[in-house]
């Protein structure tokens, strides 16, 4: 089941020193493709049919021709925000073979005609960012960054940039504000694709593995980084796994297998012995699924959105039969009513609305419409936003209600204001 692209290296010790990155091949792709026309990488990235990997599946080679056709100068953001509860696959890449990542920064700079690229990631990572620099510093003095990238006369600099530690601040637009040194509120999207803009100039926004997959397909082309996966989800994914797991962990897998074999192979099953109860599959803000549906399931985009739930990041939470689904669903509400920026109406006042509902109910004071009120309050945060956290909230409760109704039915039985 395992496939291994971007962590094919992992195991090896000290693998984030430049020596041991390079003795295992780090930077080959880089003499290879800079001797290239730019617009020949890009064209390998689009046949390759390369996903975003940052959780909404974009085709890659679409978002990078949005930023090289233009005259102007461009930028690279490097989305190293992760705060999507149950992911932690970036932070794998950046910890383990943070040189790959450098490299595949290289690579889409050169592709899109930047020079400048940023790495953005949570404040609380301190660990990582000080890996990143330290890995930057090597490459630096070995001229693999610079005024003359491994003398192509290309210049690329790369700066690491630590955030202050919101979940808004992953997304794309929110992200690019807090760089510019304002408040990480999201922007309103245009109707057209559009690329993303730091200061006035089209910026290229691309997640850390999505970047970290690139040195893959450039040194062996885009027909051998299709030979893995589904026809419309082409490639591999650092699936990871939490909660009542027995193997928690990232495990890189083709897209496309089957979910169950993947809880029950590679995380070697649901803790003591216990039954499963339900599956986030792809971090706090895709649809839960129930077991029944787990059975079935397959990992790619196409075959969990036809089940009305949603790929993600890959990180799956794993719940066992003792699982409580009201309690689930306050623990993600207060998360949520905690991390609206607070921009648009729905949004604001409807997490704190659904969480303080889900409070009554945990707390035995439910109303007989308390159901009806979480949908209603749901479709009006669907849609009406300037970004799609609201939605995604909007989704998670429709979710739980559908999958687990007579959970919250049972609440509002033992209630005393029913
Ligand atoms: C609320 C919210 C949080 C997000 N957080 C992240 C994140 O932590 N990391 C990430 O790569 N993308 C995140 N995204 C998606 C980004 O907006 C963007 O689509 C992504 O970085 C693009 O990279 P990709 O195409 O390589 O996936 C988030 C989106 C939303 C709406
Ligand atoms: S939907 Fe929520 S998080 Fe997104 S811009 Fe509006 S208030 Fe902010």
């Known amino acids: 089941m395992i496939c291994k692209i971007v962590s094919k290296n992992f195991e090896i010790e000290n693998l984030h020193t430049l020596e041991v990155a390079k003795r295992n091949g780090a930077y080959k792709s880089i003499d290879k493709a800079f001797k290239k026309k730019q617009t020949e990488i890009e064209s390998e990235i689009s046949k390759s049919g390369l996903r975003g990997k940052g959780g909404g599946g974009a085709p890659a080679g679409a978002k990078w021709c949005l930023v090289s056709t233009s005259a102007q100068k461009s930028y690279l953001v490097v989305n190293a925000d992760e705060s999507e509860p149950g992911t932690f696959k970036d932070r794998e890449i950046m910890d383990k073979d943070p040189h790959l990542l450098i490299e595949g920064i290289l690579l889409t700079c ?8 940023y790495i953005y990631i949570r404040g ?15 490459a630096y003095a070995d001229g693999i960054l610079g005024q003359n990238v491994k003398d192509f006369g290309y210049r690329i600099d790369i700066t690491v940039h630590r955030g202050a530690g919101a979940y ?33 100039k089209p910026t290229l926004v691309n997640n850390v593995e999505t970047i970290a997959t690139v040195p893959f397909i450039i040194n062996n082309g885009a ?13 591999t994914l650092l699936f990871g796994m939490s909660g009542h797991i027995n193997k928690p962990g990232i495990y890189e897998m ?13 995380g070697g099953g649901v803790k003591n012995g216990k039954k499963l109860k339900a599956v986030i599959p792809g971090g706090a803000s895709t649809p839960i699924l129930s077991a029944k549906e787990v059975q079935t399931a397959r990992l790619d985009y196409e075959s969990l959105r036809e089940i009305g739930s949603a790929l993600g990041t890959g990180g799956m939470i794993i719940m066992d039969e003792d699982t409580c689904m009201v309690k ?18 729905p949004c604001r006042e409807g997490t704190a609305w659904v969480d303080g509902i889900i409070s009554n109910l945990l707390n035995k004071k439910g109303k007989a419409d308390d159901i009806e009120l979480l949908s209603d309050i749901s479709k009006t945060m669907n849609g009406k936003t300037i970004c799609v956290f609201a939605p995604a909230v909007a989704m998670v409760i ?9 959970e919250f039915e049972a609440y509002i039985k033992e209630s005393s204001y029913v």
Do not use: W
């Open 398 to 406: 429709d979710g739980f209600i559908l999958r687990f109704r007579d």
């Open 328 to 345: 689930v669903l306050k623990n993600l509400l207060s998360f949520y009513s905690h991390e609206s920026c607070g921009q648009c109406t």
């Open 124 to 138: 609380e990572y301190k660990f990582f960012a000080d890996r990143l620099n330290e890995a930057l510093k090597e």
């Open 110 to 117: 050169y592709a899109i005609n930047a020079h400048d690229a």
């Open 223 to 235: 027909d051998a980084y299709r030979s893995f996966g589904t026809q419309k989800s082409p490639g």
């Open 254 to 266: 083709a897209f496309g297998e089957s979910m169950q074999d993947f809880i029950n192979i590679l």
């Open 168 to 200: 808004i601040c992953g997304e794309k637009s929110a992200l690019i504000e807090s760089l510019e040194g304002n408040r990480g509120h999201p922007r309103l999207k245009p109707h057209e694709p559009s690329p993303e803009y730091y200061f006035g």
